[in-house]
């Protein structure tokens, strides 16, 4: 089956980064779980007919959407069940991709990924681009394709994407940490939950070399915020305990602040202004301020208690 891959997905850097995600997934076979919702799965929807069904487990996934499958292993992919349906004459084809993860937040955070789109009222945080339909609902995100675009294959998707809202019985919580970001000024299209370096890195340019020590043990956000036509970008991490928390804020000094003035504020390497606090657990940074006073302040603004 081709999958027609959506072209919101950034490009990680395949060569370098597909061996570091082969070290970092645990491999297992893709359970039956896949197969109870398959047979909750519209077969036709409107005049298009099911063609074909494929599933797909942590390791085969490249054989399916190669040069992408970084993204979804990076948010801890169990297994993914991929539908290609059939248009009638001069419609073009869809296709359904149902991706299973570890926990809800993780299919959140997929969603997030992505960070385009207008919001419907379909799944969790419905997103609809041109052609595209994506969503959340439990730990499961969904993709629904189309391989052209027409009214009526635009019809076809958002049905499409409400008869698989409605075969999924889980529902799930946004993840805990997003609650914590600061509102002044935030910008809400811009808004990814991870927990994987690479991820933060497609994001954060400047944080190569995981300086943040990411793990799957440590739930993150990376937002951006304008404030009077300032910018900035502000990365908060929970850590399984405080001493984790204080090695990630020494490295973040070291690798992306090494200005050593001594000050709670420093710029970085290309002079932007920047800082770090910890609260308990959690490290809150901001990044790429052109005013210090706009950092201190959304730094002052993310100091939160002991989450």
């Not at 992919?77 to 296709?95: N, S």
């Not at 189309?146 to 409400?162: K, Q, Y």
């Not at 609650?179 to 340019?205: C, K, M």
């Not at 305990?241 to 709670?264: H, I, M, W």
Request: charge should be negative.
């Amino acid at each position: 089956m081709t999958h027609g891959v959506p072209p919101w997905v950034p490009f990680v850097g395949v060569a370098a980064v597909a061996a570091a995600v082969l070290i970092w997934v645990v491999l297992r076979p893709a359970p039956d779980d896949a197969r109870r919702l398959e047979r909750h799965l519209p077969g036709e929807v409107g005049d298009w007919a099911v063609e074909g069904t494929d599933r797909y487990g942590r390791t085969s996934i490249y054989s399916y959407i190669d040069g992408h499958a970084e993204v979804y292993l990076a948010y801890d992919l169990r297994w993914c069940l991929a539908r290609r349906y059939r248009g009638p004459a001069g419609e073009p084809d869809l296709v359904l991709d149902v991706f299973r993860f570890a926990t809800p937040a993780d299919a959140s955070g997929v969603l997030s990924h992505q960070g385009e789109g207008e919001r419907v009222a379909v799944g969790q945080g419905g997103r609809l681009i041109p052609g595209w339909l994506s969503f959340w609902k439990g730990p499961f995100f969904v993709s629904v394709y189309a391989e052209g675009e027409s009214p009526a294959a635009l019809a076809a998707v958002l049905e499409m994407g409400r008869a698989v809202a409605a075969a999924i019985d889980e529902t799930g919580q946004p993840p805990a940490i997003l609650a914590a970001l600061p509102g002044a000024g935030l910008d809400r299209q811009r808004i990814v939950y991870l927990h994987h370096p690479l991820i933060l890195e497609s994001h954060l340019p400047a944080a190569r070399g995981n300086p943040f020590a990411l793990s799957s043990r440590t739930p993150a956000v990376v937002a951006h915020y304008e404030r009077d036509g300032v910018g900035a970008d502000l990365v908060m991490v929970d850590y399984p305990d405080p001493g984790g928390a204080r090695d990630a804020l020494q490295r973040v000094y070291a690798e992306l602040l090494p200005d050593d003035a001594g000050n709670r504020l420093r710029r970085s390497g290309d002079g932007s202004w920047g800082g770090a606090r910890l609260a308990g657990r959690r490290l809150a940074v901001v990044l790429g301020s052109a005013q210090a006073e706009m950092a201190a302040a959304l730094l002052d603004d993310a100091a939160g208690g002991d989450p």
